[in-house]
Structure formats: structure tokens, C-alpha cells
């Protein structure tokens, strides 16, 4: 029908496919901020985070698992916030570290580029919430959501470009 998004579709296995990918790529980021003897924070802090996380995703999951469809829609419903809530992990630990480093040049590239990332997964994981709970209306402000984070996302790119031309 005209104005309804395709769900799912073939795009869907590609995004589900980059998940893996992305969450490598930040652990990676994340040892390598560790090895080079930026401060990662307690234990108890990050400790904390997953708690965070932990609860959030048990409120967001429990009206998301329980939205009817046939078991591909809601097979990916359920995995989209869930693979969002695992990037959160390490984006937010590594957002931690950008703003220790705010005040330099690639701090500002690396805080444009981790809000976007947390701003996408924040979008992902709001639309299947709004989404489970009928409340369409609210796809607007998801809508900006996207737009905001890819704002973050191409002005992180952009700051990065004119670093390397100065």
C-alpha cells in the first residue's frame, strides 16, 4: 500500500548482518583506547552501564516480544532493539572516552560521530517500541531521531575531512 514501509525486506538482511560487524569494530576501538592508557572508567561504572541497559531492554523487549505478526516480522521486531542495545554498550563507554577528549580535534569528530551512532540506535530501538505499542503517531519524532543522528554523523565525517586538509 501506498505510504506503509516494506517490513521486512531484503534490506532487512543486511542490516541484521552489519550488527555483528559494528560491535566488533567498537570493542576494537574500545581495547585500543584501553591499550593506549585512556581511562575506561571503574568497573563499577561500566558494571553500571549494563545494569542500564539490562533494564531498559527488559521494558522496551516485553510489549516488543509480544506484538503479534507472522514469526519474520516479529523475529526482527525483537532483534533490531536487541542488537541496538548491545551497540549501546560500547558506543556509550566510548562516548565516555570522546569526552574526556571534547576539547581536542578528534574529540569533536569522535563525539559528532558516537552521538550519531547512539542516535541511530536510539531511533531503531524507539520506532520498535512505538511501533508494539500502537502509538504510530509518534513516527515523526523517530523520523527526526534518523535525521539527527545522520546530521552527527556527516558533520563528524565532515570535521574529520578538514582535519586532514589543515
Not at 95 to 116: D, F, H, P, T, Y
Not at 127 to 145: C, I
Request: include cysteine.
Amino acid at each position: 500500500m501506498l505510504g506503509e514501509t516494506p517490513f521486512p525486506s531484503p534490506g532487512d538482511i543486511f542490516y541484521v548482518l552489519a550488527y555483528p560487524f559494528l560491535i566488533a569494530a567498537l570493542l576494537v576501538l574500545l581495547k585500543a583506547y584501553r591499550d593506549a592508557g585512556l581511562p575506561m572508567g571503574s568497573l563499577a561504572g561500566r558494571m553500571l552501564l549494563l545494569a542500564g541497559v539490562a533494564a531498559v531492554a527488559v521494558l522496551i523487549l516485553r510489549p516488543v516480544a509480544a506484538t503479534p505478526g507472522p514469526l519474520l516480522d516479529r523475529t526482527l521486531t525483537i532483534a533490531y532493539p536487541v542488537l541496538d542495545l548491545i551497540l549501546l554498550v560500547p558506543l556509550v563507554l566510548l562516548l565516555r572516552i570522546a569526552l574526556q577528549l571534547r576539547k581536542s580535534r578528534a574529540g569533536e569528530v569522535w563525539l559528532l560521530l558516537l552521538s550519531g551512532f547512539v542516535f541511530l540506535c536510539v531511533g531503531d530501538i524507539c520506532f520498535a517500541y512505538f511501533q508494539s505499542l500502537g502509538q504510530e503517531h509518534l513516527d515523526p519524532f523517530v523520523h527526526a531521531t534518523f535525521i539527527l543522528a545522520y546530521g552527527l554523523i556527516a558533520g563528524g565525517a565532515n570535521r574529520q575531512f578538514h582535519l586532514l586538509e589543515s
